[in-house]
């Protein structure tokens, strides 16, 4: 489990479209043929990936642009330009994963509640956030993961200001 746990981060800038994403390509869908999850930035521009399969799109400086471009990455090397009959073979593979990923996700989410723990040190606070840890099991499907965790990093600095102010008014947890 701890190989599948290092990040390799890719940092991108807009595209010429002035827009830049990463999603990770998590099964078969009706309509699109692939289904994907778009990765929160957990940085301004810098996203952290994983061995699988994505669709990226944006620039990476010093290398040729990503293009909506399928990309493989396993044991952190990149493989670029996969074809989409490449990707479709793939997605048994992918599906069978699933498991993993989400266990994978569930360790991020795990780590920003932690640190939410340990920027706000007070027993309410704790409890809540074990709660919260505790909850994860509850969450088994990817999509339902990857919002919980963009969610956690988008309101990560506001919670903790928020559990703060708390603290240091009257009508706080003391």
């Not at 396993?74 to 994963?97: C, I, T």
């Not at 909850?135 to 200001?161: F, G, P, R, V, Y």
Request: net charge negative.
């Amino acid at each position: 489990m701890q190989e599948e746990l290092k990040a390799q981060y890719l940092r991108l800038e807009n595209n010429s479209d002035e827009k830049k994403w990463v999603a990770e390509i998590v099964g078969e869908d009706p309509t699109f043929r692939l289904s994907r999850v778009f990765l929160p930035e957990i940085e301004k521009g810098v996203y952290a990936i994983f061995d699988g399969i994505y669709q990226i799109h944006g620039i990476h400086p010093g290398i040729t642009p990503f293009n909506k471009e399928y990309c493989r990455v396993h044991h952190g090397h990149m493989q670029r330009n996969l074809s989409m009959q490449d990707v479709l073979q793939k997605v048994p593979e992918l599906m069978a994963e699933e498991p993993r990923r989400n266990a994978r996700i569930k360790y991020q989410i795990r780590g920003i509640l932690e640190e939410i723990t340990q920027a706000v040190d007070h027993e309410l606070i704790r409890n809540n956030m074990e709660y919260q840890i505790e909850q994860l099991d509850n969450l088994e499907e990817t999509k339902s993961l990857m919002a919980t965790l963009s969610q956690l990093i988008k309101q990560k600095d506001q919670m903790i200001k928020h559990y703060q102010k708390l603290l240091t008014t009257e009508q706080g947890y003391e």
